[in-house]
């Protein structure tokens, strides 16, 4: 059980140092455009190119880990993702900062998913929620303390040196990997399908740098157009590609299974309305309501507490109601107060701000742990790697869209009003809009049966219940 808490807690320098990095980007992007002389929606590419970049290399992040051993990956990550911390801290440009984003999400690629492998493939199924769970905590101590000290380091000295506090992170987590991390590694590796991973990296960046360089920015629409029809192209043939060899570096036959299927499909469609979270809130509490970077993260750090606070009663609700009856009626909730942070105007008290925060991120955080759970509940330990990169792809590509979506219902509420500047009323559409697309995400987590992933979950359905019950009366052995 030892095993289960600490490698968790080695994986979390690398989690703490990801997390803690983008919101820290968050709650400054307002002063970082200006810092820029860019547009503030324009921006958004600073954090689609780092998402990016993550669905484009995390495919091949299994297939490394399992060629040269997870321990030497995860290093190598880490150190590409400090380098790209460097290069963000000496940007003078939009272009040289979305540049160092994308080497960022090179390093991010790599080491959270092969630091998530090594728990999945060291942990019984049993101990897997509480192992997430430890994972999870010491991670999510980055967005609580990320927002206040972006907005402090912002307001009071330089935003450049937000990225440098990645780098004693960083080295932390190498010597502790160096000393803990068995270089887990696959006896019989199938060749990386090169071709496959280019249709891939080719189809996401082109689909999703499309759809974040349309609009009013950057370049004409006939080229944004282009992108997103190449990228539609090029995963359609991945498709036809992946269906034809034996191992397709992104492995779409796990979809098979039903809920890791529905984990990836209704979580990814939860995430897109929660992607745009770090985007909308900080523009709208700095460049709607007036705030400072400071007093922004002070208030939107409080969601991260409220997902800390879930964590520790995850398993325990689970267990009690199991992941049907949670991932269901807690997406309409999560949803919810997505969207009821559209309500907020400058004359809102911020404890109240800070409640609905709070609340919010309690049940987002509840789902995100079952969703996680529910995925590999009945993934064999041979298919985890390929599971792992499929669903952290999906991952990535939603949050991007959410951003994505974000930044186009602002462009849409500043066309509706004709206006150029950002004001406190067009923020509402934007968050009634991906509290919807969350929302939806009800209708796949109604198709889970009543028994699913109730290894993990440690719940039983109300028949298996029943059936314990009568056999206890009886005195008969269960059959």
């Not at 160096?178 to 991973?197: H, Q, T, Y």
């Not at 759970?373 to 869209?401: E, N």
Request: proline fraction near 5%.
């Amino acid at each position: 059980m030892q095993r289960a808490k600490l490698l968790p807690l080695i994986v979390a320098c690398a989690l703490f140092m990801e997390n803690t990095d983008s919101t820290v980007i968050a709650t400054s992007l307002p002063v970082i455009a200006q810092s820029l002389g860019e547009d503030p929606i324009a921006l958004k590419l600073a954090l689609t190119s780092y998402l990016v970049s993550l669905a484009v290399f995390i495919p091949i992040s299994g297939w490394m880990a399992d060629r040269y051993g997870a321990r030497t990956i995860f290093r190598a990550a880490l150190g590409v993702f400090m380098l790209g911390s460097l290069l963000c801290a000496v940007s003078n440009s939009l272009g040289a900062f979305v540049g160092a984003r994308f080497i960022q999400g090179m390093g991010g690629a790599m080491m959270v998913p092969v630091g998530r492998l090594v728990i999945l493939r060291s942990v019984s199924k049993a101990e897997l929620v509480g192992a997430l769970a430890y994972l999870t905590i010491p991670a999510l101590v980055g967005p609580v303390v990320g927002p206040p000290l972006g907005g402090f380091i912002t307001t009071y000295f330089d935003w450049r040196w937000i990225f440098l506090i990645n780098i004693p992170i960083g080295i932390v987590g190498i010597v502790l990997a160096s000393i803990f991390f068995e270089d887990v590694r696959e006896e019989d590796v199938a060749p990386l399908d090169i071709k496959g991973f280019l249709l891939s990296a080719f189809g996401f960046a082109s689909l999703m740098l499309g759809l974040a360089t349309g609009g009013r920015h950057l370049v004409p629409a006939a080229v944004s157009y282009a992108g997103v029809a190449a990228g539609v192209a090029a995963l359609v043939a991945y498709w036809f590609h992946s269906r034809r060899i034996a191992n397709p570096v992104l492995n779409l036959s796990l979809l098979r299974i039903p809920t890791f299927r529905i984990g990836v499909i209704g979580g990814s469609i939860f995430r897109t309305g929660i992607g745009a979270i770090p985007f909308l809130l900080p523009l709208m509490l700095q460049l709607g309501f007036g705030l400072d970077a400071l007093q922004s993260g002070l208030i939107t750090f409080v969601s991260a507490a409220g997902a800390l606070l879930m964590k520790t009663m995850a398993k325990t609700i689970l267990a009690r109601f199991g992941f049907r009856r949670v991932l269901t009626v807690n997406a309409v909730i999560g949803a919810s107060f997505l969207a009821a942070s559209g309500l907020f105007t400058p004359l809102t008290p911020h404890w109240l701000m800070l409640a609905v925060l709070l609340i919010g991120g309690c049940f987002r955080s509840l789902q995100f742990t079952g969703i996680n759970a529910l995925s590999y509940s009945d993934v064999s330990s041979r298919q985890m790697s390929g599971a792992t990169s499929l669903a952290s792809v999906a991952q990535q590509l939603s949050l991007s869209m959410g951003v994505t979506i974000g930044a186009f219902a602002l462009e849409a509420a500043l066309a509706v009003q004709g206006g150029t500047t950002l004001g406190a009323g067009d923020f509402w559409p934007g968050f009634l809009l991906v509290g919807l697309i969350s929302a939806s995400s009800v209708f796949m987590m109604m198709r889970l049966a009543p028994d699913a992933g109730a290894e993990v979950s440690g719940h039983a359905p109300l028949s298996a219940r029943k059936a314990t019950a009568e056999a206890i009366a009886d005195q008969k052995p269960l059959e």
